[in-house]
């Protein structure tokens, strides 16, 4: 049969004969020939995987910018005219901007590279009767696996002898807990995660043995399908991309249309047209504030940094930013919100129940015999074994966690089994459901059990009852099945303990065929262990503060709809009233139906990985911005389409490579933290952005109103590039150093379609800035027509113009370090990068102004003391005006508070 039609079988609803005849394989396995050929044509057990992402990739990356478009531009037409003095700082600008975002994302992305532990795995398989080991890229479709504790299943297959085999699935389904494995087929409509008789690539095997015939190697897997799904999920713009792009096309447009009315106005003068293309080369200069890319790009990389020192790498650099508009988290409960291990939560007896963490050693213990009884059971009736000296645990989840605990109180199992050794054990299996371990006690024998509550339950007649022994009556049944049901409705995993007294063995211990139904009868009920998977100690904090901060927290699990509840509650989490929603009610939503249950639902259980898919992209359809976190391979797909992709370092690979952010460690709580960076970086862009943008409005203004007046242009165009060399450069990159949060998580997300201009911007740039350009215009205008009596020369006026324009940008660049705070409240003395900036840019000032070299390239000339006054005085002006605006809406927002309160 062809590949093709094997996609279309279902494996698990086949014996295990019908199955070797579709992959033409036996028990005996394939003959080497056989094998190679089937190597050749189906290609090797890998998955398809995407070219790296080069360097020059990386590089040319950096270009996919509209604010890089605009400069390139600007830079053609300058050179097209002459003017290359002009083209060469815009392009110096592109290349700076360029270089910073390379060396940021090539780092991440080394870092990244890092991680990757690159080693060939080898399997055991069998091949014409003779058992051998092999690379893991050489199983084929037919193989037969040998599996084995410890082992990571390569390929996709169906079980056909199994002895008590247990795979942890969590890296393909989010299940937590080992799956009890079967030869027994399973009905045709049975969702993955309950698929008994498979086995699938990607997985571990916790316990036991087994075989299994491959049916799917490489993309054909379950894990491939899960790739191919990465493939195709559209990651998108990032909201700042978004952002940016509206900014650069408002700005392209304003300045065509300005250069436009210039050449007209221009034209109808009489004027001379080279004068007048100048001009408009001018306008362009002062309109395009070629510092405002490399800005954003420094602060993107500053903050990308500190991300990283909270233990976050980001592998994209606008990722960063994108952190700060996420107005939902969609998280894999499963070892993201818990630890992804079980712990021995309580025990509970007929007399009352009790948490072993609260114990404090064997005296306690001891006062307590029906829990010190229990305890005694696990750790007996148990096949885990945990190092003395390195404490590294392997077996079962839960009976690692008894012999943790009892390791906690100072109970010792080799002291116990040393008092009861051993003699023989009937295995746990997926078909009992429970396992019995019998142990020489004296002269008689003692028989310890464990496994599923109804099933050990039902073989008990007596019950453990503070020390005493008695008969279980029809009451005591009935309370007992009621504890049981409510622990199960709680999220915990629950077993049942039970032991009996043999003064006689009907069989010999010795002996393989034993009859356990001669002993395994008439058991003493001891009482329940309840185990969960437990929050991670930061996890309510975390879930509080993204509440706090307008952040939606949503669960996407694949464990059982009781345990996400659980765990839902315990968060505190708000699971609205549809309640948790199930994968069984995903797959007959419409996606509209869906894109209205996510405006609500907060909890989503036993879901696959296209239902996690499905989820992201409704969210984002009603205009969420979504982080999603995961490590498994199942969140990969999710990861991609999300506008952040957050994996942990315990992750995958294929989610490492899917994610912008890979957390260096487990620790949940770095997410908030680096929400919260991603939040001032936003502010710290705003801050960078009304700087700049200021200085381009001052430029425009005395540009314009010199031609509309018939005065002399009131700046050159290489006096527009000095200014925005010196005030686009150094001050503005400081904004990246800045920390004032100005309480960033008590804001609610900044939304998609919002602009990165606020009103409080506008109110800045045109309120202060029409006031404050008026007059510097109406100086001008006095100044130009009184030369002679000022006893000035228009390269005076203009040096003078200069040193305005830098001084009060410096000035203000004091008061956008807090859009919230007045000046004297702001602690200036937090970010020395900015006085370093402002030391620069003033010795480049007194260098243009005082230099002869610099006077002749910008046509500038020295400034008597008098003339810094005026500086000084226009300076003051613009900082008050800027305080007055700032304070009239920190009012307007106490207010807004107050009313809502």
Same mark, same amino acid.
């Given at each position: 049969?062809?590949?093709?039609?094997?996609?279309?079988?279902?494996?698990?609803?086949?014996?295990?004969?019908?199955?070797?005849?579709?992959?033409?394989?036996?028990?005996?396995?394939?003959?080497?020939?056989?094998?190679?050929?089937?190597?050749l044509?189906?290609?090797?057990?890998?998955?398809?995987?995407?070219?790296?992402y080069?360097?020059?990739?990386?590089?040319?990356?950096?270009?996919?910018?509209p604010l890089?478009y605009?400069?390139?531009?600007?830079?053609?037409?300058?050179?097209a005219?002459?003017e290359?003095?002009?083209?060469?700082?815009?392009?110096?600008?592109?290349l700076?901007?360029?270089?910073?975002g390379f060396?940021?994302?090539?780092?991440?992305?080394?870092?990244?590279?890092?991680?990757?532990?690159i080693v060939?795995?080898?399997?055991?398989?069998?091949?014409?009767?003779?058992?051998?080991?092999?690379?893991?890229?050489?199983?084929?479709?037919?193989?037969?696996?040998?599996?084995?504790?410890?082992?990571?299943?390569?390929?996709?297959?169906?079980?056909?002898?199994?002895?008590?085999?247990?795979?942890?699935?969590?890296s393909?389904?989010?299940?937590?807990?080992?799956?009890?494995?079967?030869?027994?087929?399973?009905?045709?409509?049975?969702g993955?995660a309950?698929?008994?008789?498979?086995?699938?690539?990607?997985?571990?095997v916790?316990?036991?043995?087994?075989?299994?015939?491959?049916?799917?190697?490489?993309?054909?897997?379950?894990?491939?399908?899960?790739?191919?799904?990465?493939?195709?999920?559209?990651?998108?713009?990032?909201?700042?991309?978004?952002?940016?792009?509206?900014?650069?096309?408002?700005?392209?447009?304003?300045?065509?249309?300005?250069?436009?009315?210039?050449?007209?106005?221009?034209?109808?003068?009489?004027?001379?047209?080279?004068?007048?293309?100048l001009?408009?080369?001018?306008?362009?200069?002062?309109a395009?504030?070629?510092?405002?890319s490399?800005?954003?790009?420094?602060?993107?990389?500053?903050g990308?940094?500190?991300?990283?020192?909270?233990?976050?790498?980001?592998?994209?650099?606008?990722?960063?930013?994108?952190?700060?508009?996420?107005?939902?988290?969609?998280?894999?409960?499963?070892?993201?919100?818990?630890?992804?291990?079980?712990?021995?939560?309580?025990?509970?007896?007929?007399?009352?129940r009790?948490?072993?963490?609260?114990?404090?050693?064997?005296?306690?213990?001891?006062?307590?015999?029906?829990?010190?009884?229990?305890?005694?059971?696990?750790?007996?009736?148990?096949?885990?074994?945990?190092?003395?000296?390195?404490?590294?645990?392997?077996?079962l989840?839960?009976?690692?966690s008894?012999?943790?605990?009892?390791l906690?109180l100072?109970?010792?199992?080799a002291e116990?089994?040393?008092?009861?050794?051993?003699?023989?054990?009937?295995?746990?299996?997926?078909?009992?459901?429970?396992?019995?371990?019998?142990?020489?006690?004296?002269?008689?024998?003692?028989?310890?059990?464990?496994?599923?509550?109804?099933i050990?339950?039902?073989?008990?007649?007596?019950l453990?009852?503070?020390?005493?022994?008695?008969?279980?009556?029809?009451?005591?049944?009935?309370?007992?099945i009621?504890?049981?049901?409510?622990?199960?409705?709680?999220?915990?995993?629950?077993?049942?303990?039970?032991?009996?007294?043999?003064?006689?063995?009907?069989?010999?211990?010795?002996?393989?065929?034993?009859?356990?139904?001669?002993?395994?009868?008439?058991?003493?009920?001891?009482?329940?262990?309840?185990?969960?998977?437990?929050?991670?100690?930061e996890?309510?904090k975390?879930?509080?503060?993204?509440?706090?901060?307008?952040?939606?927290?949503?669960?996407?699990?694949?464990?059982?709809?009781?345990?996400?509840?659980?765990?839902?509650?315990?968060?505190?989490?708000?699971?609205?009233?549809?309640?948790?929603i199930?994968?069984?009610?995903?797959?007959?939503?419409?996606?509209?139906?869906?894109?209205?249950?996510?405006?609500?639902?907060?909890?989503?259980?036993r879901?696959?990985p296209?239902?996690?898919?499905?989820?992201?992209?409704?969210?984002?359809?009603?205009?969420?911005?979504?982080?999603?976190?995961?490590?498994?391979?199942?969140?990969?797909?999710?990861?991609?389409?999300?506008?952040?992709?957050i994996?942990?370092?315990?992750?995958t690979?294929?989610?490492?490579?899917?994610?912008?952010?890979?957390?260096?460690?487990?620790?949940?709580?770095?997410?908030?933290?680096?929400?919260?960076?991603?939040?001032?970086i936003?502010?710290?862009?705003?801050?960078?952005?009304?700087?700049?943008?200021?200085?381009?409005?001052?430029?425009? %203004? $005395? !540009?314009?109103? #010199? /031609?509309?007046?018939?005065?002399? +242009?009131?700046?050159?165009?290489?006096q *527009?590039?000095?200014i925005?060399?010196l005030?686009?450069g150094?001050?503005?990159?400081?904004?990246?150093?800045?920390?004032?949060?100005?309480?960033?998580?008590?804001r609610?997300?900044?939304?998609?379609?919002?602009?990165?201009?606020?009103?409080?911007?506008?109110a800045?740039?045109?309120?202060?800035?029409?006031?404050?350009?008026?007059?510097?215009?109406?100086?001008?205008y006095?100044c130009?027509?009184?030369?002679a009596?000022?006893?000035?020369?228009?390269?005076?006026?203009?040096?003078?113009?200069?040193? %305005? $324009? !830098?001084?009060? #940008? /410096?000035?203000?660049?004091?008061? +956008?370090?807090s859009?919230s705070?007045? *000046?004297?409240?702001?602690?200036?003395?937090?970010?020395?990068?900015?006085?370093?900036?402002?030391?620069?840019?003033?010795?480049l000032?007194?260098?243009?102004v005082?230099?002869?070299?610099?006077?002749n390239?910008?046509?500038t000339?020295?400034?008597?003391?008098?003339?810094?006054?005026?500086?000084?005085?226009?300076?003051?002006?613009?900082?008050?005006?800027?305080?007055?605006v700032?304070?009239?809406?920190?009012?307007?927002?106490?207010?807004?508070?107050?009313?809502?309160?």
């Amino acid at each position: 049969m062809n590949l093709e039609n094997l996609k279309e079988q279902l494996f698990h609803n086949l014996k295990a004969e019908a199955v070797f005849r579709l992959v033409n394989s036996s028990e005996a396995g394939l003959m080497p020939d056989e094998a190679k050929r089937r190597l050749l044509n189906d290609g090797p057990n890998v998955l398809a995987e995407e070219k790296p992402y080069s360097r020059s990739k990386i590089f040319f990356s950096q270009f996919k910018n509209p604010l890089i478009y605009i400069l390139l531009g600007a830079a053609a037409v300058s050179f097209a005219v002459g003017e290359h003095i002009d083209a060469q700082v815009i392009l110096g600008a592109v290349l700076i901007n360029v270089l910073i975002g390379f060396f940021q994302e090539d780092k991440a992305n080394e870092a990244l590279n890092k991680l990757k532990k690159i080693v060939e795995h080898r399997v055991h398989v069998r091949r014409n009767y003779r058992d051998v080991e092999i690379a893991s890229t050489d199983i084929v479709r037919g193989d037969i696996l040998i599996l084995k504790a410890g082992e990571i299943v390569p390929a996709d297959a169906r079980i056909f002898s199994e002895a008590d085999l247990e795979v942890n699935e969590a890296s393909l389904t989010g299940e937590s807990m080992a799956i009890s494995k079967t030869i027994q087929t399973s009905a045709a409509q049975t969702g993955l995660a309950d698929r008994k008789s498979m086995v699938y690539a990607g997985t571990n095997v916790v316990s036991g043995h087994g075989l299994a015939v491959v049916i799917a190697t490489g993309s054909m897997t379950e894990v491939g399908k899960i790739a191919e799904m990465v493939k195709a999920a559209e990651s998108g713009p990032t909201p700042l991309q978004q952002r940016l792009t509206r900014i650069s096309r408002n700005l392209g447009l304003s300045v065509m249309v300005i250069c436009l009315v210039i050449v007209a106005s221009g034209l109808i003068k009489g004027l001379d047209f080279l004068t007048i293309l100048l001009s408009a080369i001018a306008i362009s200069a002062a309109a395009i504030p070629e510092g405002l890319s490399v800005a954003v790009t420094v602060i993107l990389a500053i903050g990308m940094k500190h991300i990283v020192k909270k233990r976050a790498l980001i592998r994209r650099l606008l990722a960063a930013e994108t952190l700060g508009s996420i107005t939902a988290i969609c998280s894999d409960k499963t070892g993201t919100l818990t630890e992804g291990k079980m712990r021995l939560e309580e025990i509970v007896s007929y007399s009352g129940r009790l948490a072993p963490a609260k114990l404090s050693g064997p005296k306690d213990l001891s006062k307590l015999q029906d829990f010190m009884l229990a305890l005694k059971t696990g750790v007996l009736c148990n096949n885990a074994v945990i190092d003395n000296e390195t404490l590294k645990a392997s077996g079962l989840a839960l009976e690692v966690s008894f012999l943790r605990i009892a390791l906690d109180l100072g109970v010792s199992q080799a002291e116990l089994m040393k008092d009861e050794p051993r003699l023989t054990e009937l295995p746990f299996n997926s078909q009992r459901k429970f396992m019995i371990s019998l142990h020489r006690h004296g002269s008689s024998f003692s028989l310890y059990e464990k496994g599923a509550g109804e099933i050990v339950l039902a073989k008990c007649t007596h019950l453990e009852d503070a020390g005493d022994i008695r008969l279980i009556e029809k009451g005591d049944r009935e309370n007992i099945i009621g504890i049981y049901e409510n622990l199960t409705l709680s999220g915990l995993r629950v077993i049942a303990l039970a032991y009996r007294d043999v003064k006689k063995l009907p069989f010999d211990p010795d002996n393989e065929e034993k009859n356990w139904n001669l002993v395994d009868r008439e058991l003493t009920f001891i009482g329940f262990a309840a185990f969960k998977d437990p929050l991670r100690p930061e996890s309510k904090k975390t879930i509080a503060l993204c509440k706090n901060a307008g952040i939606r927290p949503i669960i996407i699990t694949g464990d059982h709809p009781n345990t996400a509840q659980a765990i839902a509650t315990e968060l505190r989490m708000d699971i609205g009233s549809a309640g948790v929603i199930s994968g069984e009610l995903l797959e007959k939503l419409t996606d509209q139906e869906l894109q209205e249950l996510v405006k609500t639902a907060a909890v989503y259980a036993r879901v696959s990985p296209n239902h996690k898919l499905r989820i992201v992209n409704a969210l984002k359809k009603n205009g969420e911005v979504v982080a999603m976190t995961g490590d498994g391979l199942n969140d990969s797909p999710a990861l991609k389409a999300a506008d952040i992709g957050i994996c942990l370092g315990s992750g995958t690979e294929v989610a490492k490579e899917t994610a912008d952010i890979v957390l260096l460690d487990d620790n949940f709580s770095v997410i908030v933290s680096a929400i919260r960076q991603g939040r001032i970086i936003f502010d710290n862009i705003r801050k960078s952005v009304t700087y700049l943008i200021s200085d381009c409005f001052s430029e425009i %203004i $005395l !540009i314009l109103g #010199s /031609i509309f007046f018939n005065l002399p +242009l009131a700046l050159l165009p290489t006096q *527009i590039l000095w200014i925005n060399i010196l005030n686009d450069g150094f001050p503005s990159f400081s904004m990246a150093f800045e920390t004032n949060d100005d309480g960033v998580m008590q804001r609610k997300p900044i939304k998609r379609s919002e602009s990165i201009f606020n009103k409080e911007m506008k109110a800045l740039l045109f309120g202060v800035g029409l006031v404050r350009e008026s007059i510097l215009f109406v100086g001008y205008y006095y100044c130009a027509t009184h030369l002679a009596d000022l006893g000035w020369s228009l390269a005076y006026l203009r040096t003078l113009l200069v040193s %305005i $324009l !830098i001084i009060k #940008s /410096i000035s203000a660049i004091f008061s +956008l370090r807090s859009f919230s705070l007045p *000046i004297h409240k702001i602690k200036q003395l937090t970010n020395p990068y900015l006085f370093l900036a402002i030391g620069i840019d003033l010795v480049l000032l007194a260098a243009a102004v005082y230099l002869p070299f610099l006077n002749n390239l910008l046509k500038t000339e020295p400034l008597a003391a008098s003339a810094w006054l005026i500086v000084i005085a226009v300076s003051v002006i613009n900082l008050g005006l800027m305080e007055m605006v700032k304070a009239y809406f920190v009012r307007q927002a106490n207010s807004t508070k107050k009313r809502l309160a």
